[in-house]
């Protein structure tokens, strides 16, 4: 008999709900397998449980992760990510399920090479039953991705070109609308930026210099 | 530059004003001949028929009426006034002096308002006449003196010499010896460098009496030969020939060489002077005590000058009578005849006749002798004072006239002076004018320049706010898409989630049911995805402003101008790389054209293209209206100001119209431009 502490993260409570009717359904499922389950909705409280886990040497080891959540109250954990990367940090061999909403590639990709979780899920993918079998893989066979996840990753690997993080960067700000002066988290100057601009025309075999064929492009390719 | 402008103007103003006096001149010289000639020619002709001798004096007056009337229907020129000149003549000849004042008055009137000295002399020279023969020699000086000053200004030589002669002849009468002879060498200088003889014999003929009136009869010998020898140098008249002789007779009778005296008389003598030659010869024998025939003689003259009325004869022959009588010592037949004399000449007031007939009463009856040389040296002395004060007024009217002609020099200089005065105000004026006028097309300019940058300005401030517009709108529906996505398709995931986990076990139907009512949840959320997704990639087009701007334009001038129009834009421009200023100039030289359109094209149909030739923006547009001439056409400020937008920034405007085709308007431009 296998009593995993699980945590969930969700601003929603009716999702937070639903993960745990799937933690049950497990659990009614696998007769060997029963929950622990904790709720948290934002960040404070997550960090709160986990550091509870942590002083009192326990461990947690399924984590239920939302993406966008609300930020703690000192903003030093500004989104699921990074409770992501503190669980990693604090409790490493807990695993995560990432349950987004978010459908571009961008922050997915950023999410799986930031955190690494060993599951990650798009919630309108998923149905009840994906849902826990999801558990349970990730439980016995990690990783699950669903579906979504796992065309990126084939688009990914059908490209013969690398872009690196920059280059992504200043396509995902670039889709945003943000104005070349105004984008602010790559560490290039605007002339800098441009440079990169033009290297990724040539790379998606673009001839005019207009953003939107480029972010199009970029769509299409699967890089946001 | 703008100097240079300015004088260019001016040169031109210039060569209009003169271009058109010019024009309007030679028309008035190349068009009132071929209107009047005809009507000149009849003036003419009944002038002429005027003075056809076999008509009667009312008819020759009716002929002038005729040509009076026609010549009003003429221009009020030179020859106008030489015409009314000549019919003015034409009545003083005829005697006629109301229409002859009339009509020489409107002559003088015309003549001084053309400035026409020759006319005014002309005139003056009539009046002259009328009063010469009216014997006002005082008014008639005066005329003459005009005239002559009217003629010496225009160099009219023979004129000038005649009123001379005129002018000596009445001062000879007023017995102004000096002046007139003055006047009458003068009159032969003139004469004699003009070789006029015919005047020369008549002036040097006067001159001879001249002296023979202040007793130089061998002076008077000399100048009356000369005379006679220019009588051979032209076509002499019988009258000139008798004349001279007689004259010559007088002044050998004078001289009291009576042989000498009536040798000439004898030569003299011609029909129409034969009884002063018989009465003057009849004197030189009765001199000479050759009594023979001297009464019937004497008779004889007096006969004929009663015949012919000729009174101051009839004083000379009865003064001869009275002569002859006394001679024959009949002197109560003598006084008689003296008597008679005495009191024609008194009538005649011929003072000279009057003086002699009182001396010979006074030798005749001693007894009252003292009486009659009393009344002689009263009479004379009034014929003196009369004399003196008309030699005075003489040289008055000669004063005046001088005076008056300076006076009008003056006056002339005056008009001159205001002439120029007012044409250089003119001058001044037109120039303070388009001084003016170029001020304020340079405000003009300037203020359109202004408007301009305005509108340029406004333009952006449009753009940037459409921008913003643009900004908000996308942030907006990514608040939307974010909604969408993080809170409604969350809970509707968690919704659909937390449904499947209910237990429902009722019968098969209704798990199936459940099942579909789960994917269809499903789908939902896909479907907002979607949305959310779509919202989120349609952030992208946001610099599609510029096309919409004109796309605006068009459409708002299309309605304006009542025209169709297609627009067409090239995908490959991407607008956001075009700088701004080129799209505003795009937008201004657009802008324009189609107001150019709406304005004069009349055009159904315009087509506004936007396409991309490697690194050059084309944009034409074209319409379909009436065109113009673009060779001719001087260009205006608009297509100025499109060239000079163009040009400033690197690119090549063409402009092609033609007549009836329509007009289209071509522009290159540099995509990437540094300015």
């Known amino acids: 008999m296998n009593k995993y502490t699980a945590l969930i993260i969700d601003d929603h409570p009716i999702i937070s709900e639903a993960y745990k009717s799937a933690l049950l359904q497990v659990q009614k499922q696998q007769e060997n397998i029963s929950f622990n389950i904790h709720i948290a909705h934002n960040c404070d409280t997550a960090k709160e449980i986990i550091s509870d886990f942590s002083d009192r040497k326990k461990i947690i080891d399924l984590v239920f992760l ?10 030093k954990l500004l989104s699921g990510e990074d409770v992501g990367l503190m669980i990693n940090r604090v409790f490493p061999s807990s695993k995560i399920i990432v349950s987004t909403t978010f459908n571009d590639n961008y922050r997915i990709q950023s999410i799986l090479k930031n955190m690494n979780p060993d599951g990650f899920l798009i919630k309108n993918d998923v149905s009840p039953k994906e849902l826990v079998s999801s ?5 016995t066979n990690p990783p699950y991705y669903s579906k979504t996840v796992i065309k990126l990753f084939r688009n990914q690997l059908t490209n013969d070109f690398i872009l690196d993080d920059i280059d992504r960067k200043i396509l995902y700000e670039l889709s945003l609308g943000t104005k070349l002066k105004n984008i602010e988290n790559v560490p290039l100057s ?29 769509k299409e390719k699967g890089f946001i | 530059m703008k100097n240079s402008i300015l004088i260019k103007i001016l040169l031109c103003l210039c060569c209009v004003f003169f271009i058109g006096i010019a024009c309007t001149s030679s028309i008035s010289k190349e068009k009132k001949p071929s209107k009047d000639t005809s009507k000149q020619d009849s003036i003419a002709l009944w002038i002429k028929a ?9 008819q020759q007056q009716k002929q002038l009426e005729k040509a009076y009337l026609k010549l009003q229907s003429t221009t009020k020129d030179t020859l106008h006034a030489k015409n009314l000149s000549s019919i003015a003549y034409r009545y003083l000849e005829l005697k006629d002096a109301t229409a002859f004042h009339k009509i020489n008055n409107e002559t003088l009137q015309l003549a001084l308002q053309l400035k026409d000295s020759f006319a005014i002399a002309d005139a003056h020279w009539s009046y002259a006449n009328y009063y010469y023969n009216n014997k006002n020699y005082e008014k008639s000086y005066f005329h003459y003196n005009i005239a002559y000053k009217h003629f010496e200004g225009i160099q009219r030589d023979f004129e000038t010499a005649k009123m001379l002669y005129q002018m000596s002849f009445i001062k000879g009468i007023y017995r102004d010896y000096t002046g007139s002879e003055v006047l009458i060498i003068e009159a032969i200088k003139k004469f004699k460098a003009l070789k006029n003889y015919e005047q020369l014999y008549l002036s040097y003929n006067f001159l001879g009496g001249l002296q023979q009136d202040i007793q130089e009869y061998d002076k008077a010998l000399f100048y009356q030969e000369k005379a006679l020898a220019y009588l051979d140098r032209f076509k002499n008249k019988i009258n000139y020939r008798s004349g001279i002789f007689n004259n010559i007779g007088s002044t050998y009778r004078y001289k009291k060489n009576y042989t000498k005296a009536i040798e000439y008389y004898n030569k003299a003598m011609s029909k129409k002077n034969r009884p002063t030659i018989i009465n003057n010869k009849a004197y030189c024998k009765l001199m000479l005590h050759d009594t023979l025939g001297i009464q019937q003689e004497l008779f004889r003259a007096l006969r004929i000058r009663d015949s012919l009325n000729n009174n101051n004869g009839i004083i000379a022959s009865k003064i001869n009578i009275a002569r002859y009588y006394e001679y024959a010592k009949k002197i109560p037949l003598a006084f008689k005849y003296a008597q008679e004399a005495n009191i024609m000449a008194k009538k005649l007031k011929n003072g000279s006749n009057y003086l002699e007939t009182l001396q010979q009463m006074a030798n005749l009856d001693p007894k009252n002798a003292k009486q009659y040389l009393e009344r002689y040296i009263q009479y004379n002395d009034s014929l003196i004072g009369v004399e003196r004060r008309v030699q005075n007024k003489f040289t008055r009217i000669e004063f005046e006239t001088d005076e008056h002609i300076t006076e009008n020099k003056l006056l002339e200089q005056q008009k001159n002076w205001i002439y120029l005065g007012s044409f250089g105000m003119l001058l001044i004026i037109s120039l303070l004018y388009i001084l003016k006028v170029q001020k304020s097309k340079n405000e003009k300019l300037l203020l359109e320049t202004a408007q301009q940058k305005a509108t340029e300005e406004i333009y952006l401030l449009t753009l940037e706010q459409q921008a913003i517009l643009e900004e908000k709108k996308v942030q ?32 098969k139907k209704v798990q199936e049911q459940h099942q579909y009512y789960l994917e269809e949840l499903q789908d939902i959320e896909k479907e907002i995805r979607d949305v959310s997704h779509q919202l989120n990639t349609d952030t992208t087009n946001t610099d599609i402003n510029f096309t919409n701007l004109i796309a605006q334009l068009l459409q708002d001038k299309s309605i304006l101008g009542n025209f169709k129009y297609e627009l067409t834009l090239s995908e490959q421009i991407s607008w956001k790389t075009v700088n701004e200023l080129v799209k505003v100039n795009l937008y201004r030289i657009i802008q324009e054209s189609l107001q150019n359109i709406i304005k004069h094209a009349n055009a159904s149909q315009v087509l506004l293209a936007f396409s991309k030739e490697q690194e050059h923006l084309v944009v034409e547009l074209t319409d379909n209206g009436i065109g113009f001439n673009s060779n001719k056409t001087t260009k205006g400020i608009g297509l100025k100001n499109a060239h000079s937008r163009i040009q400033k920034l690197n690119g090549k405007f063409h402009l092609s119209s033609v007549k009836n085709q329509g007009t289209s308007i071509h522009i290159q431009l540099p995509i990437t431009i540094t300015i």
Do not use: C
């Open chain 1, 135 to 139: 558990i349970v893989e990730v439980l």
């Open chain 1, 190 to 218: 605007t002339s800098g930026i441009l440079k990169r601009k033009r290297h990724l025309m040539q790379i998606f075999d673009l001839e005019s210099s207009d953003d939107r064929g480029l972010i199009v492009m970029a």
């Open chain 2, 50 to 58: 005027s003075k056809n001798k076999k008509l009667t004096s009312s």
């Open chain 1, 66 to 75: 939302d993406i966008s959540i609300p930020p703690s109250k000192d903003k």
């Open chain 2, 476 to 507: 907006e529906r990514n608040r939307i898409s974010q909604e969408l996505h993080d809170g409604i398709l969350g809970k509707l995931f968690g919704t659909r989630i937390n449904l499947g986990f209910l237990e429902i076990t009722k019968n």
